[in-house]
């Protein structure tokens, strides 16, 4: 047990800097900025961010989950409602999403509360989906306990089967959540850990910018 080599693995963080002089007043452009850049760099999985929930007991959880639209309103995803998650966002809407993207020595961390997006919204993208991808959305109780991986794909084919060359419906339980943010903060990783890290909060509607120790 214990891995002696994790105390040898340091980077140095050199790829940028952040200097609070020259950002847009509102986080929505500087998020939109870093996501088209993620996204144009070749960054791995740029979408993926992790979401982080709690139960109203305080006990968190978190996962990755994909940023399928950013709009005016927030960040949306899609999921199933009745996972864990769906069962903690129902009765604690506070939640967070942690964006990290290696080859920019970047995070972002974003915190707010969580609606569900309009079904209309939800049909749209579940049919964009391909077909195999709407019957394991229909097929998985997502977050439940099941006998096996061959009962998994025994109801996917059986599914499959029954639903072949007709207009799969999206189930009730499947759906987008949008997270609404109140607070950003961009982080860019610095030589000798004096990393910048500049946070935006939601102040009676307007955006207030500063520095944090890193
Ligand atoms: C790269 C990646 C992308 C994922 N995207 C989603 C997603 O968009 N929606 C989703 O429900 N689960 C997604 N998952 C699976 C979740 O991480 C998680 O296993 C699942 O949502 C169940 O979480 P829960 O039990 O906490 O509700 C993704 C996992 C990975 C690693």
């Given amino acids: ?69 950013f709009n005016k309103k ?15 966002i129902f009765k604690n809407h506070y939640a967070a999403v942690n964006f990290f993207w290696p080859l920019l020595e970047r995070q972002i961390r974003i915190e707010g509360e969580i609606i569900k997006t309009k079904k209309q919204d ?22 439940k306990q099941i006998p096996s991986r061959h009962f998994l794909e025994k109801q996917f084919q059986d599914i499959k089967t029954s639903l072949f060359e007709k207009d799969i419906m999206r189930p009730e339980n499947w759906g987008g959540y949008i ?5 950003y903060e961009f982080w860019q990783g610095r030589p000798h850990r004096l990393n910048d890290r500049i946070v935006y909060t939601l102040d009676n509607e307007n955006w207030e910018k500063c520095r944090l120790a890193p």
């Fill in 179 to 183: 997270l609404i943010p109140s607070l």
């Fill in 122 to 143: 939800s049909d749209r993208y579940f049919k964009s989906r391909p077909a195999e991808s709407q019957i394991s959305a229909i097929i998985s109780e997502q977050s």
């Fill in 1 to 69: 047990m214990g891995n002696p080599n994790l105390l040898k693995y340091r980077k140095e963080y050199n790829a940028g800097f952040l200097d609070e002089k020259n950002l847009p007043e509102t986080p929505d452009v500087l998020f939109e900025q870093w996501l088209n850049h993620a996204i144009n760099s070749g960054a791995e999985e740029p979408l993926a961010m992790n979401l982080a929930t709690s139960t109203t007991g305080g006990k968190p959880s978190s996962r990755i989950v994909l940023l399928r639209e």
């Fill in 74 to 88: 927030g960040l949306v995803f899609y999921t199933n409602y009745k996972s864990r998650k769906g069962k903690e």
